[in-house]
């Protein structure tokens, strides 16, 4: 695609809900990063994939935080039983490949408010 | 671990005045710096990225520097617009990771 596409712009779930975000980054990008951003803050880092593969999930807070890129394409980030501190801006980006400094495209992000 | 430092916070200026906004980053093994600009309630987009072996980027009224040996980059905005105002927000591209600063909310007064 044109550009990097996430769904659903806007999600509200009540807390020890689970919660899927998907992302679809740009065609032929092999390298795709998920990001939270809280209110005021700029975006931390939770995981990136090179491919298929999840080269780096040092980023995810804690074991109910799970994301898959099973075709190295769309990439999926599973939250199980939310919680209100999980409510941010979720954002995915992708760039031509890991590494050599490559520009990141980022997506308009998925606000999750939990309640 | 990369520390990136927006200043200042926020910024309120009157339409027409030129002005820098600071980033600094404690490691300089960067591949690249990127600046970004972000509407409320909206995603990042892209301004300026500055290549490690660069010193500076130019787009229209935007010119970003990158100081590497100091662990600074400015983003200078000439002649601002109240279409400027946004957060503007600035990242290191390491490796395999990019990290951000807080921003700098901008506002342009008409």
């Known amino acids: 695609g044109a550009g990097v596409s996430q769904t659903p712009s806007n999600k509200v779930t009540e807390k020890g809900k689970y919660v899927e975000l998907r992302c679809d980054p740009i065609s032929g990008h092999t390298a795709l990063y998920w990001y939270r951003q809280s209110l005021g803050q700029g975006p931390e880092f939770l995981i990136y994939f090179q491919g298929t593969g999840a080269a780096d999930d040092s980023g995810l807070p804690n074991d109910r935080f799970f994301a898959v890129r099973p075709e190295g394409s769309v990439s999926t980030l599973k939250i199980q039983r939310t919680e209100r501190g999980d409510s941010a801006v979720y954002l995915c980006?992708?760039?031509?490949?890991?590494?050599?400094?490559?520009?990141?495209?980022f997506g308009s992000g998925t606000r999750l408010t939990v309640v | 671990k990369q520390e990136v430092t927006q200043i200042p916070a926020a910024l309120s200026v009157p339409e027409g005045e030129n002005l820098v906004l600071n980033c600094s980053f404690t490691d300089s093994a960067i591949y690249n710096l990127q600046w970004f600009r972000q509407d409320p309630g909206k995603g990042l987009t892209s301004l300026l990225l500055i290549q490690s072996s660069q010193r500076e980027q130019t787009s229209g009224r935007l010119n970003a520097s990158l100081d590497k040996s100091s662990g600074r980059s400015t983003l200078y905005i000439a002649a601002s617009q109240p279409g400027d105002s946004a957060t503007y927000l600035c990242a290191t591209v390491g490796d395999n990771d990019m990290r951000f600063g807080a921003g700098t909310r901008l506002t342009v007064k008409p």
């Open positions: 980006a992708s760039s031509l490949q890991a590494g050599l400094g490559y520009g990141y495209t």
